[in-house]
């Protein structure tokens, strides 16, 4: 399981055991998640609480928020562009044959 996969209390929880001294191996065996995600989840805690150097999760949630605001109006623009696109291909209708317009009629 991954940063996402996983709520921030249970990652606590997780943290919490291996700091009370059970082995991470143990610990996620146990849980059924990868000691990796146990290793970085310890990683970030540190930056978190200034013990080692790093982006914090605030910082590093930054690119994230600012990719997904991209992406966001990279969808609308589409839409913009398809809308332009498709009003330049609609022919506007023509005047009824017969007509001027002005409610007389023609020869």
């Not at 930054?62 to 913009?80: G, M, Y």
Request: hydrophobic share 35%; charged share 35%.
């Amino acid at each position: 399981m991954g940063k996402r996969g996983s709520p921030p209390e249970f990652r606590r929880k997780v943290l919490d055991l291996v700091a009370a001294g059970r082995p991470v191996i143990d610990v996620a065996r146990d849980l059924g998640i990868s000691a990796q995600s146990i290793y970085t989840w310890r990683r970030q805690d540190r930056i978190d609480k200034g013990l080692e150097p790093g982006l914090n999760s605030a910082e590093s949630s930054e690119p994230t928020e600012a990719k997904r605001r991209i992406a966001e109006l990279e969808a609308e623009l589409a839409v913009r562009r398809r809308a332009r696109e498709l009003r330049g291909k609609v022919v506007p209708s023509k005047a009824v044959r017969g007509h001027r317009g002005d409610g007389k009629r023609t020869q």
